[in-house]
């Protein structure tokens, strides 16, 4: 009966000390931004036997009230092409 006694304090001591690590949770995240925005632009040129340009532009913003979200996206492309 003596040869079980030290398994049997090991387990509860793991059971006793185990529930301490559950109790360490990481913070909560702070919320994100009312508002946040982004903006965009790029131009890609191509020249060979046609030459070929595309510009574009764009932007994204974002608002948050209490409850809702609202997303606006703007895009312009214009594609131009020489042969």
């Not at 340009?53 to 606006?72: C, H, M, N, Q, V």
């Amino acid at each position: 009966m003596h040869t079980h006694t030290p398994r049997i304090l090991l387990s509860l001591a793991i059971l006793t000390l185990a529930p301490v690590a559950a109790f360490a949770q990481a913070p909560t995240p702070p919320p994100p931004p009312k508002q946040e925005g982004s903006a965009q632009v790029s131009f890609v040129g191509t020249t060979g036997n046609t030459s070929t340009s595309t510009f574009s532009a764009g932007g994204e913003y974002i608002y948050r009230p209490d409850k809702w979200l609202f997303k606006d996206r703007l895009l312009f492309i214009k594609i131009r092409r020489t042969a």
